[in-house]
């Protein structure tokens, strides 16, 4: 495990996972995406409601996985916080 200081980004076949705890949330910011609902209102019209949803899940020991697909993502923000270590 790296220092709390640091990063640690490790790649599997179909997930990755971003340790530790601190920057694995540092993580979870990039990992969002907006999915917009609409619902009826009174008037017989519709209301857009946008929301932010993760495309990530955190595990029992604090990391967090992501598809290996969204590594770049997390990876360029970490980098400029300066947690980064490969």
Do not use: C
């Not at 790296?2 to 980004?9: D, K, Q, V």
């Not at 694995?24 to 932010?52: E, H, I, Q």
Request: charged share 20%; proline share 7%; glycine share 6%.
């Amino acid at each position: 495990m790296p220092p709390s200081t640091s990063a640690l980004i490790e790649i599997g076949s179909l997930f990755a996972s971003v340790q530790p705890a601190n920057a694995a949330a540092l993580a979870a910011s990039a990992l969002r995406y907006t999915r917009t609902t609409f619902a009826a209102n009174r008037s017989g019209g519709y209301v857009k409601k946008p929301r932010r949803e993760p495309f990530s899940t955190w595990e029992q020991d604090g990391s967090l996985r992501i598809l290996v697909g969204h590594v770049r993502r997390p990876k360029k923000l970490l980098e400029q916080a300066g947690q980064a270590r490969w």
